[in-house]
C-alpha cells in the first residue's frame, strides 16, 4: 500500500553534507500517527538505525549519530529527508527510507551514497 | 545501549529445519522483528511481534522469544530462503531501534 522511493547524491565528498530524501506515495507523509525512519547498512555489514521523524515533526536519532543527523518533513511533496554532516568513509553505505520505527514495515529500495575522498 | 547478538551464519541442508537466534537481556519482555534481506534487495518482513507472519509468508516461517532469545524457525528450508536474516527491537527504555548483526542463512 505504502511505497517508498530514496533520492539524492550518490557520491558525497568527505567533510561535506550528505543529502537524502525519500518520496512516499500510497499515504501521506503527515498522517495521523505515522513514523518514518532512516537505516543505512555499510558494504557488507548489518544494519544501523539513524532515526525517525514522527508526523509532528518531532525526531529522535542514534544516539552515535545525533551530533550530525538532521530529519525534516515536506508534506506538500509527501516526502521527508535526512542530512547528515561532515561525512566520512565511513558513512558509505546504502541509505534506506522506512515506514515505522518499531516495526518498519515498508521500506524503499535502498540508495547507495559513497563518501569520497 | 541494548545489544543483539547473532550468528554471523546458519548453514542447513534443502528440506531441514533452520533455526537463526537472536540473544538479548530480556529480550522476551520486548517485541522481536524479523527481517529477510536477499542480495541486493531492500529488507522484508517475515516475522512481526515475535510471532505475527504476514500476509504473503509461508507458513514455514514461525518466531518465538523468551527469555534473553528470540527465535526465528524456517521449516522445510528451500533454495530460496537462502539470505540475511536481521532481527530488530525497539528499546523502550531508549525510545531507539536496534538490530541484529545479521545472519547469513546458506542452504547446501
Known amino acids: 500500500q505504502v511505497q517508498l522511493q530514496e533520492s539524492g547524491p550518490g557520491l558525497v565528498k568527505s567533510s561535506e553534507t550528505l543529502s537524502l530524501n525519500c518520496t512516499v506515495s500510497?499515504?501521506?507523509?503527515?498522517?495521523?500517527?505515522?513514523?518514518w525512519s532512516w537505516i543505512r547498512q555499510p558494504p557488507g555489514k548489518g544494519l544501523e538505525w539513524i532515526g525517525y521523524?514522527?508526523?509532528?515533526?518531532?525526531?529522535n536519532y542514534n544516539p552515535s549519530l545525533k551530533s550530525r543527523v538532521s530529519m525534516s518533513l515536506d508534506t506538500p511533496k509527501n516526502q521527508f529527508s535526512l542530512r547528515l554532516s561532515s561525512v566520512t568513509a565511513a558513512d558509505t553505505a546504502v541509505y534506506y527510507c522506512?515506514?515505522?520505527?518499531?516495526?518498519?514495515?515498508?521500506w524503499g529500495q535502498g540508495t547507495l551514497v559513497t563518501v569520497s575522498s | 545501549s541494548y545489544v543483539l547478538t547473532q550468528p554471523p551464519s546458519v548453514s542447513v541442508a534443502p528440506g531441514e529445519t533452520a533455526r537463526i537466534s537472536c540473544g538479548g537481556n530480556?529480550?522476551?519482555?520486548?517485541?522481536v522483528h524479523w527481517f529477510q534481506q536477499r542480495p541486493g534487495q531492500a529488507p522484508v518482513v517475515v516475522i512481526s511481534?515475535?510471532?505475527d507472519r504476514p500476509s504473503g509468508i509461508p507458513d514455514r516461517f514461525s518466531g518465538s522469544n523468551s527469555g534473553n532469545t528470540a527465535t526465528l524457525t524456517i521449516r522445510r528450508v528451500e533454495a530460496g530462503d537462502e539470505a540475511d536474516y536481521h532481527c530488530?527491537?525497539?528499546?523502550?527504555?531508549?525510545?531507539?531501534?536496534?538490530f541484529g548483526g545479521g545472519t547469513k542463512l546458506t542452504v547446501l
Open positions: 522506512a515506514k515505522g520505527f518499531d516495526l518498519l514495515d515498508s
Open positions: 500510497g499515504a501521506f507523509a503527515r498522517s495521523v500517527n505515522n513514523y
Open positions: 521523524i514522527y508526523d509532528s515533526g518531532s525526531t
Open positions: 530480556n529480550i522476551g519482555s520486548k517485541s
Open positions: 511481534y515475535d510471532s
Open positions: 530488530q527491537v525497539w528499546d523502550t527504555n531508549t525510545d531507539h531501534t536496534m
